[in-house]
T-cell receptor
Framework: NAGVTQTPKFQVLKTGQSMTLQCAQD?????MYWYRQDPGMGLRLIYY???????DKGEVPNGYNVSRLNKREFSLRLESAAPSQTSVYFC???????????FGQGTRLTVV | QKEVEQNSGPLSVPEGAIASLNCTYS??????FFWYRQYSGKSPELIMS??SNGDKEDGRFTAQLNKASQYVSLLIRDSQPSDSATYLC???????????WGAGTKLIIKP
């Protein structure tokens, strides 16, 4: 029972490089989310997908793009990484709009 | 702007005592309320969910919801050092696919 799986767990990028964070869930959940968490701060929503085929911006979408590849997978892309994007990124999924979120183990990203 | 407020702490509680964590929210139509625990360097994990006014107990944990006062709390009885973590409060408005998160309260249980 894997739940929500994120890859990679750690990544170091140089400024200007691009990368894609992968997320997959095996719980047949409809909604998927990408958050970032900076030291001493709460979770900030980057993008979400309420259902397969839809994506919407969250609180801090600038510098990111997402793709809901299918019901299971939701990827986050950084086209041109900046030091301000150094953070821990969490993917999460929810069965529907009123239920709890389940989180992946996180990706610790450092942009130098 | 929908908001969820928590005292950032740290909240220091002696081992064996009751830890009380509080959360207030701004949106009166909020319907789903969650408490998550996050250990340092780990992802948030769900402790309790509560949907209606009153108390909900699960082992050493009790969630309390008062929708009229827009207040949800988490009580941890017989606190253990392993309860030391950051506790995040999250609120959802039904039909809204986003959880609104508090910044978390850091709890320290002193042996």
């Amino acid at each position: 029972n894997a739940g929500v799986t994120q890859t990679p767990k750690f990544q170091v990028l140089k400024t200007g490089q691009s990368m894609t964070l992968q997320c997959a869930q095996d719980m047949n959940h409809n909604s998927m989310y990408w958050y970032r968490q900076d030291p001493g701060m709460g979770l900030r929503l980057i993008y979400y997908s309420a259902s397969e085929g839809t994506t919407d911006k969250g609180e801090v979408p600038n510098g990111y793009n997402v793709s809901r590849l299918n019901k299971r997978e939701f990827s986050l892309r950084l086209e041109s990484a900046a030091p301000s994007q150094t953070s821990v990124y969490f993917c999460a999924s929810m069965r529907d709009s009123s239920t709890e979120a389940f989180f992946g183990q996180g990706t610790r990203l450092t942009v130098v | 702007q929908k908001e969820v407020e928590q005292n950032s702490g740290p909240l220091s509680v002696p081992e064996g005592a009751i830890a009380s964590l509080n959360c207030t929210y701004s949106d009166r139509v909020s319907q789903s309320f969650f408490w998550y625990r996050q250990y340092s360097g780990k992802s948030p994990e769900l402790i309790m969910s509560i949907y209606s006014n009153g108390d909900k107990e699960d082992g050493r944990f009790t969630a309390q919801l008062n929708k009229a006062s827009q207040y949800v709390s988490l009580l941890i009885r017989d606190s253990q050092p392993s309860d030391s973590a950051t506790y995040l409060c999250a609120v959802n408005v039904d039909s809204n696919y986003q959880l609104i998160w508090g910044a978390g309260t850091k709890l320290i249980i002193k042996p």
